[in-house]
């Protein structure tokens, strides 16, 4: 039996990323080697590696994205560690935000294919400068890693405050917070198209501080029971992220994230 392909693996620097990112991506392709070098946390004591979220990401790599993850990662490969250790293939996931998009006469936007397909060429040739020929996975949540877990909502958002409410509760928390993502934060424009978030008026707007917003400022089981007779919800990029992050389908989210995700999605089940 042939030693599965290592990748080397330069996700994101953000808490959501940190613990389950390598998880979702063996659901994709189990028959590769992932090795995770960014984000990665410093040495944890006993009772930290048993608190998940206690973990933490070294210094110098929290919240790196964009072109600091791209120079990081072109950094580490021309480095004599990476010829040493085998690697076969580099994987970069990332947040889209608001890149590779262009906005329309209306206000709102649009997927610029001809920008996407720019920075992934620029990206594989100065990478290929340094590893020639070496394949690269560009694997970009659009707009942000949230959309995921709005995509498969019966394993994301729908789903993980199930140990906070009653089954009751939560399922009509699900309802509620369903309804008002489609009609108050993606609306008519992005709900069957969420890739394409977020202009608004030539303005853009993050879509995890809108859910985060949402959940802090709405009570969603207002009209099902007094507040005081439920506990109160938020939203963690490190804690309900993880946990999604670790629950959610990819062949699900396939079916509603169709370009940026598919690009990646069949980049990995291909290498």
């Not at 397909?117 to 990206?123: I, T």
Request: charged fraction near 30%; aromatic fraction near 14%; charge should be negative.
């Amino acid at each position: 039996m042939s030693e599965k392909k290592r990748v080397a693996c330069f996700f994101t620097a953000g808490y959501t990323e940190l613990n389950a990112m390598k998880s979702f991506m063996r659901k994709i392709n189990d028959g590769v080697e992932y090795i995770q070098l960014c984000p990665i946390g410093p040495r944890k004591s006993k009772g930290a590696i048993k608190d998940r979220h206690k973990h933490q990401i070294l210094k110098e790599q929290n919240g790196m994205t964009g072109e600091k993850l791209i120079d990081f990662a072109a950094e580490f490969i021309g480095k004599k560690r990476f010829e040493e250790e085998g690697y076969e293939a580099i994987l970069i996931e990332d947040d889209k935000d608001g890149r590779f998009l262009s906005v329309q006469e209306d206000g709102t936007g649009i997927i610029d294919e001809d920008s996407w397909k720019c920075f992934k060429n620029r990206v594989i040739e100065r990478l290929n400068k340094i590893r020639p020929d070496i394949p690269v996975i560009f694997f970009y949540a659009a707009p942000e890693i949230e959309a995921w877990f709005l995509a498969d909502w019966s394993n994301g958002f729908g789903n993980v405050y199930k140990d906070v409410y009653t089954v009751r509760q939560n399922e009509y928390f699900s309802i509620k917070f369903r309804k008002y993502v489609n009609d108050s934060i993606l609306t008519d424009t992005y709900r069957n198209c969420i890739e394409r978030y977020g202009y608004f008026e030539e303005k853009y707007r993050k879509l995890s501080a809108e859910i985060q917003r949402a959940l802090q400022e709405i009570d969603f089981l207002e009209d099902y029971m007094p507040e005081k007779e439920h506990p109160t919800i938020s939203y963690s990029k490190d804690k309900q992220g993880g946990i999604m992050l670790e629950c959610v389908n990819p062949k699900t989210i396939l079916q509603n994230c169709s370009f940026f995700f598919k690009d990646g999605y069949q980049s990995l089940q291909t290498l």
